[in-house]
């Protein structure tokens, strides 16, 4: 089992930055593959960012590419989204979730989520 919380999310103007964490509980955090996703009013639940349990290989959205950055910190059991040039369409709640399979950009491959933290980016 493996518990994730999310924190960070907050009101920012477009242009500006913000980093969430995300804390995970268990033994084997070091084992899975961490991805960012975010889902805005409306909308369904996409893809923002990926990290693989050794930190060697990440990916991202298109959307979001060159923008945010996905770190983790296996000795703390954190995921990191550094989020920069941030633009009002990024807002959107944000989840953390984690999974043991190859698979990282679908929604239904993560086995374990978090319960989101909001994002809104003014303009």
């Known amino acids: 089992q493996v518990q994730l919380v999310e924190s960070g999310g907050g009101l920012v103007q477009a242009g500006g930055s913000l980093r969430l964490s995300c804390a995970a509980s268990g033994r084997t955090f070091s084992s899975y593959t961490m991805g960012w996703f975010r889902q805005a009013p409306g909308k369904e639940r996409e893809f923002v960012a990926a990290?693989?349990?050794?930190?060697?290989?990440?990916y991202y959205a298109d959307s979001v590419q060159g923008r945010f950055t996905i770190s983790r910190d296996n000795a703390k059991n954190t995921v990191y989204l550094q989020m920069n040039s941030l633009k009002p369409e990024d807002t959107a709640v944000y989840y953390c979730a984690a999974n043991l399979g190859l698979i990282f950009r679908e929604v239904t491959a993560y086995d374990y989520w978090g319960q989101g933290t909001q994002v809104t980016v003014s303009s």
């Open positions: 990290i693989r349990w050794s930190g060697s290989s990440t």
